[in-house]
């Protein structure tokens, strides 16, 4: 009884810490296209299922769908070729001031040069971003780089990458682990592009897959790292489903009479 207790308190606690946030830009990566498949070529515009802003494909590459993923529950994402990218109009709102944060999964095809994953802005001066460096994934704010630490990526290989801005101050997670966190005053986003796979201008295109680029916000002083997809915490339903069968549990142990 009291074991069972504590678990429903943990996964209540949990379940707050997991509804603490608002999801203002989802990109599944194909699961919301029309006409997604794997090997398919990538959809002209690609739904935004978090808020409005679906993005339209740029470039003139042959990108395709993969169903090559490693998110539970994702059944495709973008396998970019180095010559494509999706943008769609700047996110105003993302200012130095705002609580939000930006993530994404990555593979890399090639880590030669500079390629932009996941950015908000204007990446020659303004707002902010994830690009890779060569094989060092790096912030991108107010045009400066900023290098995330000493790990060396590796091609074929998935990774998750997470930027959070709290009130102008940057931290940025790979694979969850902290790896970079210091003051940025980054140059607030009004011009430029929300862009996944480039850059604002057409270039500097990823060479890989992209699965579940997200941006989402949250209330000042609550953020947690249980809110990255990296956490691979339930979703809330979830969590409503898996205290309903507790809460039913509980009810049969109390209805219970008491061996004699």
Known sequence: ????????????????????????????????????????????????????????????????????????????????????????????SLTTSAHFAMELWFKPSSLSGTQGLLYNGNTGGSGVGIFLEENTVVALAGGRFFSTGSTALATNTWY???????????????????????????????????????????????????????????SAGTFDTSMLSYSAIPEPSTYAAICGLLALGLAAYRRRKPSV
């Open 1 to 92: 009884m009291k074991h069972l207790s504590a678990l429903v308190f943990t996964l209540v606690l949990g379940a707050s810490a997991a509804q603490a946030q608002t999801t203002l830009h989802l990109y599944r990566a194909g699961e919301n296209d029309a006409g997604a498949s794997s090997g398919a070529a990538l959809a002209a515009t690609t739904v935004d299922g978090g808020g409005s802003t679906n993005l339209t494909l740029g470039g003139a590459g042959s990108s395709t769908y993969t169903n090559s993923t490693v998110v539970a529950g994702s059944t495709l994402a973008f396998n970019f070729t180095g010559a494509n990218s999706y943008s769609g109009s700047v996110d105003t």
């Open 160 to 218: 998750h990458a997470a930027l959070v801005s709290t009130g102008g101050t940057l931290t940025f997670y790979l694979n969850g682990a902290s790896e970079l966190s210091r003051s940025a005053n980054f140059i607030n986003p009004g011009s430029g592009a929300l862009v996944i796979g480039g850059n604002n201008s057409g270039g500097e295109y990823f060479n890989g897959a992209i699965d579940q680029a997200r941006i989402f916000g949250f």
